[in-house]
């Protein structure tokens, strides 16, 4: 793992590859270049101003608006988004550090379509066949700290697929699909690092074999990208309940649910003072513990109980069946009732 | 990263940190040395035998019972799970891959344990002072493919704090902690493939400050655990709604009726110490005045919203289009929102 020292500080409109190309000469065919989404974004004019005297926070909170689809949870300020491309993040991306103050940088339009440019331009200005991630320091969900994962990818398979392999005891390796790009950008941001001014490093000895360069043979990381059915994690719990967006947010993804919908908008049309929370609890088949915090206005549980009642009718809709035992108030639980959800009924 | 080859086979009782120490003998102060949890958990009896003639599906299950604390996302035969730990993980982390066909592999007991005592053997067999990653794979929410990750650590800090820190633009970096183990673990990764019987990795030249000696003052990887109030994803929500069927049973048929009838079941379940009032409320095609008494419970409240859920469901199977005007809690009024019903789609 080799970082890229020297590089300029970049600007819109700047020549990254020339810039890589001069600094990292000694690239080598089959090296991988991992660059930090920030200077893509730098040098391909994907920066928001923040006009003097301007309230930055608020220019961000309009970004990330700009930025996202759907609003995933959250909590206070903070916002997990799904962007345009797909991606599941905080803020949408959009990060303030290692930018002059008078800017934000968003994610790059399509980092994959990038991180192909610049692996052609080094083909044409070094002479050499290398791949490239784009790199973004993403947070996840039940670890803390950050990590670097490819937001784009060019000339390597993002997702290298053990499955159907077997191992030294002849079991067969049934869900074993590395995110190779992913352990890249990890691998590479231990060399980067945040604050040396490093946004690029190359990692060296990796087997791989590149896709085809016919259009459309490289997957790009987007393939990455895991949602509507793949997902299940649609939406943060906080969000189905707290202060929360227009319910589009909050319907099941995968078919015209207008009428679950609409019951969601009742559900969420006055903001509740407090958040309630519908949380799976536990063991069986499926059990829905329903929290109404103690000092809950009537307008929360309100808000909650119309959730509930729709929550109910779909999962008949459905086919399940369902049982609902309340559990009273007991002295400092805010346990109000489960749901208990039966087999289909077929 | 240098990989250490020519490891043995490991069974239970063997001699890790000796196995390690005969094979790289190079090891040197600062290296980070990691280590599959695989062998770990081998190498301290985390095996679960599968008896002959058994069923190996059924005996994973029941250990992934005995594994975990709660059951996150479900999806067919599918389980992320809370494992003791406290990680998040598909199966709790108990994997058949590279393992003998009679038995199963168990997540360490406690791996950060673990990578302290191989750190300890370390320094006594080569006398060098070497941190220690104690790496699985594991999924992620929403990106295809796995990476791997850290489930224990020692001699190093898990989590590499910019927070505070200042970038060359002057602006403080407010939420950069750097899960520092797991880019490790996924750069180890990138040396010992999947496949190769290479577990142990060694990636050289990382700047750090090992915690100190002192009892507790390694956090370990322990520290990466993110649950409960941190947790924005406390469940899955197909768990909620489980094997959904077509939304097409959402039209109105017959069956429309037993589901409000359910819902209407949810609404009454609780003797509500208020009545509840659904009151055509007068002008135009359909506005429903919704009261609520001042003085009515929580309880009370959720039972009428959980009606009004269900009613408004079964409005829209019905074809009328609703608007919920939310009307606050007006002095002396028990008013808190008005129902317009639309004309009928057709």
Redesign the interface.
């Known amino acids: ?1 080799l970082p890229v020292r020297g590089l300029p ?1 970049f600007t819109t409109g700047d020549d990254l590859a020339g810039a890589v190309a001069g600094a990292a000469p000694w690239l080598a065919d089959g090296d991988v270049v991992v660059v930090t989404s920030k200077v893509v974004s730098k040098v391909e004019g994907r920066v928001v101003p923040v006009p003097p005297g301007a309230d930055r926070e608020a220019v961000r909170q309009r970004a990330i608006d700009a930025e996202s689809v759907r609003v995933v ?1 959250r ?1 206070g300020p903070l916002r ?1 988004v ?1 962007t345009r491309h797909g ?2 993040v905080a803020a949408a991306g959009i990060d ?6 008078d800017a934000l940088v968003l994610l790059p339009e399509d980092a994959d379509a990038s991180a192909r440019r610049l692996r052609g331009r080094l083909r044409e200005l070094l002479g050499v066949d290398v791949a490239v991630v784009v790199s973004d ?1 993403f947070g ?10 490819a937001v784009g990818s060019a000339g390597l398979p ?2 290298i697929d ?1 499955r159907g ?1 077997v ?5 067969r ?8 790009v ?3 950008a ?2 590479a ?2 060399v980067k690092g ?2 040396d ?1 490093v946004p690029v490093a190359v ?1 060296r000895g ?1 087997a791989f074999e590149p896709p085809d360069d016919a259009p459309g043979a490289d997957p790009g990381a987007r ?5 509507g059915p ?11 309940v707290g202060s929360r967006r227009p319910a589009a947010d909050l319907v ?1 993804r ?7 919908a ?2 969601f ?3 969420s ?2 903001l509740p003072e407090f958040p309630v929370v ?3 609890g ?2 069986g ?2 059990v ?1 513990d329903v929290h ?1 915090p103690e000092r ?25 069946t ?1 049982r ?3 559990v ?2 007991p002295g400092g639980s805010s346990l ?2 489960r ?1 208990w ?1 039966g087999s ?1 009924r077929v």
Do not use: C
């Open positions: 793992m500080e949870a909590r997990i799904e991606w599941v303030a550090s290692n930018v002059p103050g320091t996840r969900t039940w670890r803390e700290g950050l990590t670097d994962v993002p997702l053990h392999a191992d030294a005891h002849g079991n390796l049934e869900t074993t699909q590395v995110a190779v992913d352990e890249l990890s691998a941001d231990l945040k604050l001014g990692v990796l393939a990455l990208v895991r949602l793949g997902d299940l994690f649609p939406y943060g719990s906080r969000d189905l099941p995968d078919g015209d649910r207008e009428a679950v609409a019951a908008r009742v559900a049309a006055a519908l949380r799976h536990g063991e088949d499926g829905v109404l809950a206005t009537t307008t929360a549980a309100l808000n909650l109980g119309a959730l509930l009642g729709a929550v109910v009718v779909q999962l008949h809709a459905e086919g399940w369902t609902w035992e309340p009273g108030t109000v009732g749901l959800l289909p």
